[in-house]
């Protein structure tokens, strides 16, 4: 059985991407940092399918807690062969008002926790010369957005780190992926008013926001042996939004 | 006297043995053809093992010896006399 850890899995796309993940050969590693009531849940959807799951705190922004949740889960499973980065934070302010503080917040979480991840990870890959490493970042990490300079930074460095990591690892059969969303339904999409909804419709050709399993779905085929000859891409999944 | 050669010679058993395992481990993880392996052996120049290819045979290191190597001590493995060394001050 190969494990899958996803950060983040308690809601929104993390949940639905554990959700995709967990198969006859896919043990979920539901990485929640404070709700344990959503991971809890994310871990009963899949269990209801007869499938396997489990909960693990994993807080990103600490290797100390990041590496007791790699020892939890090698200890009682096997090493992680597919690691999703999907945990993220925003802290939104135009630049003249942005404070150090919130700059920092976001790119060590977003950023420099997919580095305590990954590295944490690729040594169990590189000795089973097997693994997929899939990065949520972004369309703003591409295209910028006002307000977001902290968030959309962090999400283009995911970027060149995963294109780095895929040119390390590839002959090990590791292979290291970007998945960029555009506007997906999730609770933060949920409070844009119906005319925020409009003009963010007005912009995407397929004439609706993502689902979380639109995101699923691909990051599911990126951790799966049949994308074996995918590596170092970004691949976005916006309905057309950025082109 | 007998008590020190009887003692030296349980250090040098030990030391070969552990050249011994590590020979073994770059025969068989790297694939690295025996008759090139020897204690003054570079590990970059002389057998060709990329940076990722030393993580791997140390990580081998590791399991077989049941033993931790920090990546401080990896960056001074560079021959392999140097591993044998380090594994054998670890044992």
């Not at chain 1, 790699?70 to 925003?90: D, H, P, Q």
């Not at chain 1, 997919?114 to 703003?140: D, E, L, Q």
């Not at chain 2, 970059?44 to 049941?66: H, K, P, R, T, W």
């Given at each position: 059985?190969?494990?899958?850890?996803?950060?983040?899995?308690?809601?929104?796309?993390?949940?639905?991407?554990?959700?995709?993940?967990?198969?006859?050969?896919?043990?979920?590693?539901?990485?929640?940092?404070?709700?344990?009531?959503?991971?809890?849940?994310?871990?009963?959807?899949?269990?209801?399918?007869?499938?396997?799951?489990?909960?693990?705190?994993?807080?990103?922004?600490?290797?100390?807690?990041?590496?007791?949740?790699?020892?939890?889960?090698?200890?009682k499973y096997n090493v992680v062969s597919i690691l999703i980065n999907n945990a993220g934070i925003t802290k939104d302010n135009i630049l003249p008002r942005m404070s150090e503080d919130e700059w920092d917040y976001v790119l060590d979480t977003n950023l420099k926790g997919a580095f305590r991840t990954t590295k944490k990870a690729i040594k169990g890959m590189i000795k089973n010369k097997w693994g997929r490493i899939i990065?949520?970042?972004?369309?703003v990490g591409i295209?910028?957005?006002?307000?977001?300079?902290?968030?959309?930074?962090s999400k283009a460095g995911l970027i060149g780190f995963a294109k780095s990591i895929s040119k390390e690892v590839g002959s090990r059969n590791i292979t290291s992926n970007v998945v960029a969303p555009g506007y997906i339904e999730t609770d933060m999409t949920a409070t844009f008013s119906k005319e925020q909804k409009e003009v963010i419709l007005d912009k995407i050709p397929i004439k609706r926001l993502g689902k979380g399993e639109d995101i699923a779905n691909i990051v599911s085929f990126l951790a799966s042996n049949e994308s074996e000859y995918i590596t170092g891409q970004v691949i976005k999944v916006d309905g057309g939004l950025v082109l | 006297m007998a008590a020190l050669f009887f003692d030296l010679e349980g250090v040098l058993m030990e030391v070969n043995e552990v050249y011994k395992k590590v020979k073994s481990l770059f025969i068989d993880e790297l694939g690295i053809e025996e008759e090139k392996i020897s204690m003054e052996s570079k590990l970059e120049e002389d057998l060709e093992i990329d940076s990722l290819g030393i993580v791997e045979v140390v990580m081998a290191f590791e399991d077989e010896f049941n033993i931790e190597i920090d990546d401080e001590?990896?960056?001074?493995?560079?021959?392999v006399g140097e591993a044998v060394n380090l594994l054998h001050s670890k044992l």
């Amino acid at each position: 059985m190969r494990v899958a850890l996803v950060t983040g899995g308690s809601k929104g796309i993390g949940q639905k991407v554990c959700l995709a993940l967990a198969n006859e050969d896919t043990i979920v590693a539901v990485g929640f940092n404070n709700n344990s009531i959503g991971a809890d849940k994310t871990v009963e959807l899949i269990t209801q399918k007869n499938l396997q799951a489990f909960a693990v705190h994993i807080d990103i922004t600490s290797a100390k807690s990041v590496d007791s949740a790699f020892s939890e889960i090698e200890k009682k499973y096997n090493v992680v062969s597919i690691l999703i980065n999907n945990a993220g934070i925003t802290k939104d302010n135009i630049l003249p008002r942005m404070s150090e503080d919130e700059w920092d917040y976001v790119l060590d979480t977003n950023l420099k926790g997919a580095f305590r991840t990954t590295k944490k990870a690729i040594k169990g890959m590189i000795k089973n010369k097997w693994g997929r490493i899939i990065y949520i970042s972004s369309v703003v990490g591409i295209d910028g957005n006002a307000g977001q300079s902290n968030y959309a930074a962090s999400k283009a460095g995911l970027i060149g780190f995963a294109k780095s990591i895929s040119k390390e690892v590839g002959s090990r059969n590791i292979t290291s992926n970007v998945v960029a969303p555009g506007y997906i339904e999730t609770d933060m999409t949920a409070t844009f008013s119906k005319e925020q909804k409009e003009v963010i419709l007005d912009k995407i050709p397929i004439k609706r926001l993502g689902k979380g399993e639109d995101i699923a779905n691909i990051v599911s085929f990126l951790a799966s042996n049949e994308s074996e000859y995918i590596t170092g891409q970004v691949i976005k999944v916006d309905g057309g939004l950025v082109l | 006297m007998a008590a020190l050669f009887f003692d030296l010679e349980g250090v040098l058993m030990e030391v070969n043995e552990v050249y011994k395992k590590v020979k073994s481990l770059f025969i068989d993880e790297l694939g690295i053809e025996e008759e090139k392996i020897s204690m003054e052996s570079k590990l970059e120049e002389d057998l060709e093992i990329d940076s990722l290819g030393i993580v791997e045979v140390v990580m081998a290191f590791e399991d077989e010896f049941n033993i931790e190597i920090d990546d401080e001590e990896l960056s001074n493995i560079g021959t392999v006399g140097e591993a044998v060394n380090l594994l054998h001050s670890k044992l």
